[in-house]
């Protein structure tokens, strides 16, 4: 199986939540549809993370948080996305569990839990990265 990485045009990145949202309403997605949503997640996680920025300047921290974990929950979709690479289109009841996994923010935290026990497991203290997109 091949997979073809596609660089968004700037028009192409204006694609709104709207469009994201449309994505994850069919049964089954296709290849370039799956590269798009990996694509929208990682750029709405961006824009979540820059407005959780905002506030939390502003000592809005709840709300920044807020906004922090539901970024986090989009950074957990592209991994996520990949499995549907794997799974045959007319495999109904596999592209209804993949579904149903996508849109659970328990499963999307639960990725995003499973890689800080491994990080803690570094045995680090305190380990920060900084996410710098240039698109």
Not at 47 to 70: D, I, S
Request: with cysteine.
């Amino acid at each position: 199986m091949k997979v073809k990485i596609i660089v968004a045009t700037p028009e192409e990145e204006a694609k709104s939540a709207k469009d994201l949202n449309s994505l994850f309403r069919e049964n089954y997605i296709d290849d370039a549809q799956i590269a798009s949503a990996m694509h929208l997640s990682f750029c709405n996680a961006v824009e979540l993370l820059e407005e959780a920025e905002l506030l939390f300047e502003r000592k809005r921290y709840a709300r920044a948080f807020g906004l922090a974990v539901l970024a986090l929950e989009e950074l957990a979709k592209p991994p996520l996305l990949l499995n549907a690479l794997f799974i045959e289109k007319g495999d109904q009841k596999t592209w209804q569990a993949f579904w149903k996994a996508l849109h659970s923010h328990q499963h999307k935290q639960g990725v995003w839990s499973a890689y800080g026990k491994r990080l803690a497991g570094c045995g680090k203290s305190s380990i920060r990265h900084e996410f710098v997109y240039a698109g």
